[in-house]
């Protein structure tokens, strides 16, 4: 029998939490994994955590976590602006990295991180884990394979019902400061921007205007009220490599039916990519993810998918089994030497796509061409 890749989780809160929610589930129900350490900022928290998940070590020094000779993959779930600190001394040591998407505050260091990780010859990942949502696999096969014929347009719309009614929670402050790099942009951005080039094709040409509706918010648990610098509102026009024109608007403050919805029209059909369940206004990178089809002139109608696209990973179809799909992946990648998951290269590409979408909403006509 292959022996497990052992994993030290650097975040694993267990009160709460990112890695709490989806990281520790998954990895727990993965035979190819075993939870051998973690690390907390607290001892306290980092003992229950390891008692949680039967991990034989507790950190509070994530360095410490990187360093110990049980941890083959070091998992970085904590808030964006910490990662390069954590994911740098990891690679430093020679392990592989699974870091979560942001992957750093700026392209600047998402570049420093991806060049450290090419120089430490080890596999690295992003949590860019809609791609690995089984009916995302199973869209990309359909548009791949002319299912709806020619792609002649995609509109994209994701809402989160993030800061409705005017309130945020007191650890979702940090993503009001832009200069933190986890805002709407970033995150909500970055999913779903990233889906859509994976099951169509780059960004070729975009205009785009950002802005901040939404500029106070109220800490509903203390009733500090918070100024807000990073936009709320992310709107892209662009053309794909193939020509195809593209419409995007991302926002938070959906007070209902928030969810997220990739719509590409064909010659012959068209096919729809929806969030659904009761995480689809966290973003499609959370939630359950449905197919819709359409034939030319006909109403929408779900579409299955079949069960080549599902890895044999049994957690809820929520949070969870998108990150467990994406671990499956890495784990064949780490035992074959394939390179099949996002990586840092991956991340570091969508950096700088993000980085283009600033520079549009800055520039007096708003487009950038020749990306």
Not at 23 to 51: F, K, M, N, Q
Not at 173 to 179: F, G
Not at 264 to 287: K, Y
Request: with cysteine; proline share 6%; glycine share 10%.
């Amino acid at each position: 029998m292959t022996e497990p890749i052992r994993v030290g989780v650097i975040g694993a809160s267990p009160e709460r939490g990112w890695a709490t929610m989806s990281h520790l589930p998954a990895l727990t129900a993965l035979p190819d994994y075993e939870i051998t350490a973690v690390a907390t900022t607290r001892t306290g928290s980092a003992r229950r955590a390891a008692e949680r998940c039967g991990a034989a070590h507790a950190f509070t020094d994530p360095a410490r976590l990187s360093g110990h000779p049980d941890v083959d993959l070091v998992v970085v779930a904590v808030k964006t602006p910490d990662h390069a600190d954590l994911v740098l001394p990891a690679l430093d040591a020679g392990k592989h990295v699974y870091c979560e998407w942001p992957l750093a505050r700026t392209t600047k260091e998402a570049e420093v991180m991806a060049e450290a990780a090419a120089r430490a010859g080890v596999h690295h990942a992003v949590g860019l884990q809609a791609r690995h949502a089984p009916a995302v696999r199973h869209a990309r096969a359909l548009l791949t394979g002319g299912a709806i014929g020619r792609v002649t347009g995609v509109n994209v719309y994701a809402a989160r019902a993030k800061g409705v009614g005017g309130t945020i929670t007191s650890d979702a402050v940090y993503t009001l400061d832009r200069r933190n790099g986890a805002g709407t942009l970033e995150v909500a951005g970055g999913h779903t921007l990233d889906l859509l080039e994976f099951l169509a094709g780059p960004v070729t040409r975009l205009s785009a205007d950002l802005c901040v509706r939404q500029p106070r918010l109220t800490v509903s648990d203390t009733a500090e009220s918070v100024g807000v610098t990073s936009p709320d509102h992310v709107m892209v026009q662009g053309l794909l490599s193939t020509g195809v024109p593209v419409s995007v608007h991302i926002h938070d403050g959906k007070s209902g039916d928030a969810r997220t919805r990739l719509e590409f029209s064909g010659t012959r059909g068209s096919l729809a990519v929806v969030s659904e369940g009761p995480a689809a206004g966290h973003g499609i990178q959370v939630s359950d993810v449905h197919l819709y089809e359409a034939a030319a002139g006909g109403a929408w109608t779900p579409l299955d998918t079949p069960p080549e696209h599902r890895a044999p990973v049994d957690v809820p179809a929520t949070a969870v089994r998108n990150v467990a799909e994406l671990y499956t992946a890495l784990a064949a990648d780490i035992r074959t030497g394939t390179r099949t998951v996002p990586d840092f290269e991956t991340g570091l590409r969508l950096h700088g796509l993000l980085d283009t979408v600033r520079t549009a909403d800055e520039t007096v006509s708003g487009q950038v061409r020749g990306l």
